[in-house]
Protein backbone atom coordinates (compact mmCIF):
# COMPACT_ATOMS: atom_id res chain seq x y z
CA UNK A 1 0.00 0.00 0.00
CA UNK A 2 1.24 3.39 -0.98
CA UNK A 3 2.21 6.55 1.63
CA UNK A 4 -0.75 8.52 -0.10
CA UNK A 5 -2.84 5.63 0.56
CA UNK A 6 -2.34 4.78 3.44
CA UNK A 7 -2.34 8.52 4.72
CA UNK A 8 -6.18 8.93 2.95
CA UNK A 9 -7.45 5.19 4.65
CA UNK A 10 -5.60 6.30 8.32
CA UNK A 11 -7.31 9.97 7.82
CA UNK A 12 -11.00 8.59 6.91
CA UNK A 13 -10.81 6.25 9.83
CA UNK A 14 -9.61 8.74 12.22
CA UNK A 15 -12.60 11.11 11.29
CA UNK A 16 -14.76 8.36 12.03
CA UNK A 17 -13.09 7.68 15.04
CA UNK A 18 -14.37 11.51 16.07
CA UNK A 19 -17.54 11.84 14.31
CA UNK A 20 -18.80 8.68 15.87
CA UNK A 21 -17.77 9.20 19.67
CA UNK A 22 -20.54 9.70 21.64
CA UNK A 23 -21.75 13.16 22.77
CA UNK A 24 -21.04 12.47 26.72
CA UNK A 25 -17.88 11.42 25.15
CA UNK A 26 -17.01 14.89 23.47
CA UNK A 27 -18.14 16.60 26.53
CA UNK A 28 -15.03 18.02 28.25
CA UNK A 29 -13.60 16.68 32.27
CA UNK A 30 -13.86 20.33 33.95
CA UNK A 31 -10.27 20.21 34.88
CA UNK A 32 -9.02 19.00 31.40
CA UNK A 33 -11.54 21.69 30.00
CA UNK A 34 -9.79 24.81 32.37
CA UNK A 35 -6.35 23.09 31.28
CA UNK A 36 -6.92 23.73 28.12
CA UNK A 37 -8.59 27.20 27.87
CA UNK A 38 -5.71 28.43 29.80
CA UNK A 39 -2.76 27.50 27.64
CA UNK A 40 -1.64 24.40 30.37
CA UNK A 41 -2.40 21.41 28.02
CA UNK A 42 -2.47 21.27 24.09
CA UNK A 43 -2.74 18.66 21.72
CA UNK A 44 0.65 16.94 20.15
CA UNK A 45 1.38 16.11 16.48
CA UNK A 46 1.68 12.45 17.99
CA UNK A 47 -1.82 12.26 18.81
CA UNK A 48 -1.72 12.94 22.45
CA UNK A 49 -2.48 16.18 24.72
CA UNK A 50 0.85 17.53 25.82
CA UNK A 51 2.10 20.14 28.78
CA UNK A 52 2.99 23.31 28.22
CA UNK A 53 4.15 23.40 31.26
CA UNK A 54 5.07 22.46 34.31
CA UNK A 55 1.77 20.61 35.49
CA UNK A 56 0.05 19.80 38.81
CA UNK A 57 -0.52 16.39 39.78
CA UNK A 58 -4.36 16.21 39.60
CA UNK A 59 -4.21 17.50 36.14
CA UNK A 60 -0.98 15.13 35.14
CA UNK A 61 -3.32 12.19 36.15
CA UNK A 62 -6.39 13.79 34.05
CA UNK A 63 -4.53 14.04 31.03
CA UNK A 64 -2.40 10.74 31.80
CA UNK A 65 -6.15 9.01 31.62
CA UNK A 66 -7.28 10.60 28.44
CA UNK A 67 -3.97 9.80 26.83
CA UNK A 68 -4.33 6.05 27.64
CA UNK A 69 -7.66 6.14 26.70
CA UNK A 70 -7.05 7.53 23.58
CA UNK A 71 -3.71 5.14 22.56
CA UNK A 72 -6.39 2.17 23.86
CA UNK A 73 -8.75 3.89 20.86
CA UNK A 74 -6.18 4.27 18.56
CA UNK A 75 -4.98 0.58 19.00
CA UNK A 76 -8.16 -0.97 18.37
CA UNK A 77 -8.27 1.51 14.51
CA UNK A 78 -4.72 0.46 13.97
CA UNK A 79 -5.20 -2.57 13.84
CA UNK A 80 -8.82 -2.61 12.01
CA UNK A 81 -6.59 -0.43 9.51
CA UNK A 82 -3.72 -2.88 9.02
CA UNK A 83 -1.71 0.16 10.14
CA UNK A 84 0.77 1.22 13.24
CA UNK A 85 -0.85 3.18 16.65
CA UNK A 86 1.81 5.76 15.90
CA UNK A 87 0.98 6.06 12.05
CA UNK A 88 -2.87 6.09 13.18
CA UNK A 89 -1.93 8.56 16.35
CA UNK A 90 -0.28 10.75 14.22
CA UNK A 91 -3.18 11.33 11.24
CA UNK A 92 -5.57 11.98 14.40
CA UNK A 93 -2.77 14.77 15.92
CA UNK A 94 -3.28 16.38 12.45
CA UNK A 95 -7.03 16.35 12.61
CA UNK A 96 -7.49 17.32 16.01
CA UNK A 97 -4.55 20.21 15.94
CA UNK A 98 -6.52 21.05 12.38
CA UNK A 99 -9.62 21.01 15.01
CA UNK A 100 -8.17 23.54 17.62
CA UNK A 101 -9.85 26.35 18.29
CA UNK A 102 -8.77 30.13 18.61
CA UNK A 103 -6.96 30.50 21.88
CA UNK A 104 -6.42 26.72 22.28
CA UNK A 105 -2.37 25.38 22.42
CA UNK A 106 -1.28 22.76 19.83
CA UNK A 107 2.54 21.52 19.07
CA UNK A 108 3.57 22.96 15.51
CA UNK A 109 5.40 21.22 13.20
CA UNK A 110 9.26 22.23 14.89
CA UNK A 111 7.78 20.83 17.96
CA UNK A 112 6.99 24.39 19.67
CA UNK A 113 4.05 24.86 21.28
CA UNK A 114 1.69 27.65 19.44
CA UNK A 115 -1.51 29.17 20.63
CA UNK A 116 -4.12 29.12 17.65
CA UNK A 117 -4.97 32.28 15.96
CA UNK A 118 -8.14 32.80 14.05
CA UNK A 119 -6.56 31.44 11.46
CA UNK A 120 -6.40 28.13 10.51
CA UNK A 121 -3.34 25.83 12.92
CA UNK A 122 0.20 25.26 10.90
CA UNK A 123 0.19 21.63 10.30
CA UNK A 124 3.00 19.27 9.19
CA UNK A 125 3.45 19.22 5.53
CA UNK A 126 2.75 15.19 6.03
CA UNK A 127 -0.39 15.53 7.16
CA UNK A 128 -2.88 14.08 5.15
CA UNK A 129 -5.07 17.18 6.03
CA UNK A 130 -1.88 19.77 5.32
CA UNK A 131 -2.44 19.09 1.48
Same mark, same amino acid.
Request: hydrophobic fraction near 35%; charged fraction near 20%; glycine fraction near 16%.
Given at each position: MTLAIRSVLICSLAGLMIASAPASAMQRE #??????RAT?????????????TGAPAAALRAVVDDINIRRKAS??????????TIEEFGFTQG????A?????????? #???SWQTRGSGPAVLDPRCPTAR
Open positions: #PAYASAGAVGEKIDGYLGFYADRARAAGVCLLIRTAPGEKYQS #PDG
